[in-house]
Nanobody, 119 residues
């Protein structure tokens, strides 16, 4: 089993920055594709960003491209989501997730961390 624990959420004003962290434990971190998702009140969970276990550049949803940056630290078994120029529509519960190299779905999820952006 892979355990994921998010941290770093909070309340910020529009235009501010916030960095989320997701610490992984329990299995070899480097063999997993890591992703960030979010779910706003009354809406479905949506993709935000992901980094493949193969490496390479992260992928981003159009809504966050140019404002958010995802990175991974394989030594610390942690992924980060740096969120800049935040908007009220970024308000959501943010989830970290992991997908094995042979899996087509994200198998492991964190508990989520609340991010609220005030206007």
């Amino acid at each position: 089993q892979l355990q994921l624990v998010e941290s770093g959420g909070g309340l910020v004003q529009a235009g501010s920055s916030l960095r989320l962290s997701c610490a992984a434990s329990g299995r070899t971190f480097s063999s997993y594709t890591m992703g960030w998702f979010r779910q706003a009140p009354g809406k479905e969970r949506e993709f935000v960003s992901a980094i493949s276990w193969r490496g390479g550049s992260p992928m981003y949803a159009d809504s966050v491209k140019g404002r958010f940056t995802m990175s991974r630290d394989s030594v610390k078994n942690t992924v980060y989501l740096q969120m800049n120029i935040m908007k009220p529509e970024d308000t959501a519960v943010y989830y970290c997730a992991a997908k094995g190299p042979k899996s087509s779905v994200y198998d492991y999820w964190g508990q989520g961390t609340q991010v609220t952006v005030s206007s």
